[in-house]
């Protein structure tokens, strides 16, 4: 890996310009899950610990280059404090007082938060001259946003190549769990992928194919493939234009000596809502009425042994519609499956994404992964094979 690391730049007296994720959920005016949040605590207290002063650079949502007082990162200032254990300086800018004043009345010790960089339209655009203030404002650079990496943005890729720039402890961890799941993993790997629609992860199926022994199939995706394969599927959510896609992934897969696992029974219901009467039947005989909103229990037992036989696993997306009881069956189950085989030591297990992490958490396996990964469209992407604009910087640096 060709990055530097927080142990390999003096950062005694210096101030380190930390680009974190903290774009974490809010509800009314509250932080709902503070994970972003206490997954950046290794790396502040490693620079605190070495002498540097830590300055937070973050987004939250998508102001689009204008001051947007609800996006304000003044919301995130108790979760972090609570994380941190101390007080947070919110450098809240005014036309007397700068960012660079508050950094340089900082004290050792002192944490301090700069405001939404997204208000200011150089920040998306990935502007030089946007990069060079923020890089005036410190003497380091750590990048401890991997979620955000694979957004080609001025704190992330071009601030990298002004100042002496390293990853922090949370993008090493992301980049060495995901080098397991597909750098160089122990085979068999396995590959769970679900979510509503092929169109939106073509690449991912396409890159996958060639680097996995096992790929199981979900959610609507499966949907479309059983579809594609002339199976009735009724009012499921399936893309039909996708048909010729969808064989010639298989095709490639077969070519690749890649296994798909699609359902070949299903959980069928009239009506998208809870506990809705359901029938559970075989993949090719939904009723033309119906939908599938769950693979079946063969298709679970069929998981189960390939998960069994596998020693590295790598998960994006579940199975069916776990939000909505019964429909989080087969996805419970194989979370189970994936849960005791990685604690006994037997698989390594990592996912990414927000549906997959929601669906981890709602069935309380969280503690049971190799790695969890706080990123969606960068984990997405990196699975994809694609270069990281935010990881490439840090390894010109
Ligand atoms: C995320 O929440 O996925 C990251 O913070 C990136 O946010 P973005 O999709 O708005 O760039
Ligand atoms: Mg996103």
Not at 355 to 384: C, H, K, P, Q, R
Request: with cysteine; glycine share 10%; proline share 6%.
């Amino acid at each position: 890996m060709g990055w530097k690391t927080l142990d390999d730049i003096n950062l005694d007296g210096k101030t380190v310009l930390v680009r974190v994720d903290i774009n974490v959920p809010v509800k009314d005016g509250v932080v709902t899950d503070a994970t972003r949040i206490k997954r950046i605590v290794p790396t502040i207290k490693d620079i605190q610990a070495a002498g540097g002063k830590p300055v937070l650079m973050a987004h939250f949502g998508r102001p689009k280059g204008k001051v947007v007082p609800e996006l304000s990162l003044k919301v995130t200032l108790p979760a972090l404090e609570q994380a941190f254990d101390q007080p947070v300086i919110f450098a809240d800018e005014t036309e007397g007082k700068r960012a660079g004043s508050w950094i340089n009345e900082m004290n050792p010790g002192d944490i301090v938060l700069l405001e939404n960089l997204r208000f200011h339209p150089g920040e998306e655009a990935n502007d030089p001259g946007f990069a060079a203030e923020l890089a005036s404002l410190g003497d380091v650079y750590c990048n401890d946003a991997f979620s955000v990496s694979h957004r080609a943005h001025a704190s992330v890729e071009a601030i990298a190549h002004l100042l002496p720039a390293c990853a922090g402890r949370l993008m090493q961890a992301e980049l060495s769990a995901l080098e397991a799941a597909l750098g160089n993993p122990e085979h068999p790997v396995c590959a769970v992928v679900g979510g509503a629609k092929v169109s939106t992860k073509l690449d991912l199926l396409g890159n996958l194919v060639s680097k996995v022994d096992y790929m199981i199939i979900g959610g609507g995706m499966a949907n479309t493939f059983l579809a594609a394969q002339g199976v009735d599927v009724g009012k499921s959510l399936a893309e039909h234009d996708m048909k010729d896609t969808a064989l010639e992934i298989l095709v490639k897969a077969k070519d690749a000596g890649c296994e798909i696992i699609l359902p070949t029974d299903i959980v069928a219901a009239r009506e998208f809502k809870e506990n809705a009467d359901y029938e559970v039947l075989p993949a090719n005989a939904c009723p033309p009425d119906a939908m599938i909103l769950d693979a079946g229990p063969d298709t679970v037992e069929r998981i189960t042994d390939v998960i069994e036989s596998s020693k590295t696993l790598i998960m994006n997306g579940p199975l069916g519609v776990f939000e909505m009881p019964p429909f989080h069956a087969a996805t419970f189950a194989m979370l189970f499956d994936i849960s005791k085989q990685t604690r006994a030591g037997a698989l390594v297990s990592i996912a990414g994404g927000g549906d997959t992490v929601a669906a981890i958490n709602a069935a309380g396996y969280a503690d049971d992964f190799t790695y969890i990964s706080t990123a969606g469209g960068a984990f997405l992407e990196w699975m994809e094979g694609k270069t990281l604009p935010g990881v490439a910087a840090l390894e010109g640096a």
